[in-house]
């Protein structure tokens, strides 16, 4: 069962299908976790903020902006103390990307440390007697990609930090060493995977007590196998996890359990630095990740398309809403259609984000209806939350960053690397392993983004940054699989559009649309807009929204740093300048 299903059913209980309006006027639900003490997710400060999604990496990065540190050596603190204290999400062990604004040259750099399909894999690799398994690209070693973090990492720090390579990494070697309390988000990961996790005990002793219990909410975790893989990157630079010792326990950690990674695969392992997408929308310039990351390319088209709507100012108002929705729908189509590794397809990338095709597209748009299914993008008619991290960063001399890096789904592929404490990602998931099926996210796929040897898997992860007259307004990202997507849609709407209060636009009520299924979901059974939206034809559904939005937003005097009270993780800034007014 693929996960968007699963959530669903675990979340809705079946009662929620093709909800009618008048269920609607019923008794409500919220989906969204409750809010404790809303306001220290927020933090404003005068010189820099880092917001990532749990507490001790923002410290720690803002600790690290405090030694003097710029937002590319607090973001490699941050990234890695993540991988410390949320190994369910990222880690060493999987990739990601990352947008990087350079202050003083006024350029952004795009990172892609995505991870890559292994040498012998092919397009029939999860077949089993004709039958594509789709469990095989979830867990085990097939479903291991080569991983990109450590190389994504270097790179970072190598091209912007400014500290010493083994400063930005010693707070997060020494948390793994000396032990930190479990936070409740992982606490309910591994309650949630425990009996999987019974089938893969090497994982599982990790966070178990002596006794074999798995360790609760505040238990100390001490991570002395992965204190020493980090120890060994500090001194030697990430070379030994790409050809050596590291490399080495991995692909026999893979290859234990029938996967196919090589020592080929590590060793050839590249970093691909790339142009970001760049759009423009109501005064503000959008720098965001390009493919293998679907996310630039479908956030860009979504806004292009809204230029041509007339599009309420009020964002509850049904109309909008509508609007709104259908134009993430075709941009979610054209995901489908289009987008995969453009190092190995062609991606019309141009035409994408033209203004006159945004302009066709909206005229489409019908403002009292849905269309057909395969009126959405060019799409011809023939045919929860666990993985996934990010950190936004705004320093005090104004240099941004934004990072998302994953492992994919709740620990990855559960292949464990015990000797270094590894968790190796499931990233060939992500891969359309029968080219026109959903994938585990639902999301449908063709050729485009099938499994070739090298290849790399397309992305929702959208880490972006947002310029006003070159000036930074705003970091932004999330984790959610295809609600990254709408997350970060939504919240640059809310807060640059229609000037919401940033933490109030995070703790809103979340909508969701992928084109298909053809569901807008929406975080509570009771909104004041569903009925509406009904009415023009929208298979309302409500549920669970497992994206987790991070922002650091900039204006004229401060850094204002919002983390996602979803996922629990709280802002940090440095310590406030005394010299500054
Ligand atoms: O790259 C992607 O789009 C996915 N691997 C992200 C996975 C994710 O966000 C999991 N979180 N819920």
Redesign the pocket.
């Known amino acids: 069962m693929d996960l968007f299903r699963h959530c669903f059913t675990i979340v809705t209980f079946g009662l929620l299908i093709a909800l009618s309006a008048s269920v609607w006027a019923e008794e409500s639900v919220d989906f969204r976790p409750h809010f404790d003490q809303v306001e220290q997710y927020r933090v404003t400060s005068d010189g820099g903020v880092v917001a990532a999604d749990e507490p001790l990496a923002s410290q720690i990065g803002a600790d690290v902006l405090d030694a003097g540190g710029n937002a590319a050596d607090a973001g490699v603190a941050a990234m890695l103390t993540l991988s410390v204290t949320n190994p369910a999400s990222s880690g060493l062990g999987g990739g990601g990307f990352c947008l990087y604004r350079d202050a003083a040259t006024e350029q952004t750099t795009a990172l892609d440390f995505r991870e890559t399909a292994p040498g012998a894999a092919h397009r029939d690799l999860y077949a089993v007697d004709g039958e594509v398994d789709h469990s095989l690209a979830r867990h085990g070693g097939l479903a291991v990609a080569t991983p990109g973090e450590p190389a994504g990492l270097w790179s970072l720090h190598g091209r912007f930090g400014e500290l010493q390579w083994s400063e930005v990494i010693e707070p997060a070697r020494k948390l793994a060493a000396q032990g930190h309390p479990i936070s409740a988000p992982l606490a309910n990961h591994l309650r949630n995977m425990e009996d999987t996790l019974d089938d893969w005990p090497e994982l599982r002793q990790v966070f178990s007590d002596e006794e074999g219990q798995l360790l609760e909410e505040g238990d100390i975790l001490v991570r002395e196998d992965l204190a020493r893989a980090l120890a060994i990157l500090a001194e030697e630079g990430v070379r030994p996890f790409y050809a050596g010792e590291i490399a080495d326990a991995i692909v026999d950690a893979v290859q234990r359990h029938d996967g196919i990674l090589s020592t080929e695969d590590l060793s050839s392992y590249a970093l691909i630095p790339r142009e970001p997408v760049v759009g423009e929308f109501e005064g503000y310039e959008i720098h965001a990740m390009p493919p293998p990351s679907s996310g630039g390319i479908a956030l860009i088209q979504a806004l292009n398309i809204l230029t041509h709507l007339d599009a309420e100012a009020d964002r509850h108002d049904p109309a909008y809403l509508h609007l709104v929705v259908e134009a993430l729908k075709h941009a979610f189509a054209d995901r489908a259609h289009w987008l995969g590794d453009a190092d190995f397809i062609e991606i019309p990338t141009d035409k994408l984000l033209s203004d006159e095709y945004a302009e066709k597209l909206a005229s489409r748009i019908d403002p009292d209806s849905v269309l057909d299914t395969y009126a959405y993008g060019t799409t011809p008619p023939d045919h ?5 991290a990010h950190v936004s960063i705004i320093d005090g001399h104004d240099n941004m960053l934004a990072c998302t890096t ?1 492992i ?2 709740r620990f990855g592929s559960l292949v464990f690397v015990p000797e270094y404490g590894l968790i190796l990602n499931n ?1 060939m998931a ?1 891969f359309n392993v029968e080219p026109g099926e959903p994938n585990i996210f639902g999301l449908i796929g063709n050729e485009q983004n099938a499994v070739e040897a090298k290849k790399r898997p397309l ?3 959208s880490p972006t940054l947002v310029l006003e007259n070159g000036r930074p307004a705003l970091s932004i990202g999330a ?3 295809p609600m ?1 997507i709408s997350g970060v849609f939504f919240a640059i709407l809310d807060i640059l559009i229609h000037d919401v209060d940033p933490l109030d636009a995070i703790t809103s009520h979340r909508i969701h649309h992928q084109w298909i299924p053809e569901t807008l979901f929406v975080e509570a059974d009771h909104l004041p807009f569903a009925d509406e939206l009904v009415a023009r034809g929208h298979s309302v559904e409500a549920r669970r929204i ?1 994206s987790a939005v991070q922002l650091v937003f900039r204006n004229d005097d401060d850094w204002i740093g919002v983390t996602d009270p979803r996922k629990g993780g709280i802002p940090a800034a440095p310590d406030p300048d005394p010299d500054r007014q």
């Open positions: 929860e939350m666990a993985g996934t994953t994919n789904t990233e992500d992305s929702s992860m984790s959610g699989g990254i497992f």
